[in-house]
């Protein structure tokens, strides 16, 4: 019932800034969060940063101050703003929306994931 279009992403170097984007699409109401994670092979997938639909919002201790996230609740998106990227912010990023009050019927609630975009920092 939600779709995650994710766009962004690429190689830049330690240092570097890129900028990762995300529309929700689909039969819902409301989106509670959207947001960002980031998975490295053979490690658990991490929150990067989230925001609710009143504009709070949450960072990982690892990017606090160098990523900033956005939402536009009025077109369902949200972008991650990564600057003074590091080697180890190499990782695919998921976009996520949680807390999805979608449209039935049945009327539901869910949590969806876009299909990854990967970042690689080089030293």
């Known amino acids: 019932q939600v779709q995650l279009a994710e766009s962004g992403g690429g190689l830049v170097q330690a240092g570097g800034s890129l900028r990762l984007s995300c529309a929700a699409s689909?039969?819902?109401?409301?989106?509670?969060?959207l947001g960002w994670h980031r998975q490295v092979p053979g490690k658990e997938r991490e929150l990067v940063a989230k925001?609710?639909?009143?504009?709070?919002?949450t960072y990982a201790p690892s990017v606090e101050g160098r990523f900033t996230i956005s939402r536009d609740n009025a077109r369902n998106s949200v972008s991650l703003e990564m600057d003074s990227l590091r080697p180890e912010d190499t990782a695919v990023y998921f976009c996520?929306?949680?807390?999805?009050?979608?449209?039935?019927?049945?009327?539901?609630?869910?949590?969806?994931w876009g299909q990854g975009t990967p970042v690689a920092v080089s030293p």
């Open positions: 996520y929306a949680a807390g999805a009050w979608t449209i039935g019927p049945p009327d539901g609630w869910g949590d969806y």
């Open positions: 689909g039969r819902f109401y409301s989106i509670k969060f």
């Open positions: 925001v609710d639909t009143d504009g709070i919002k």
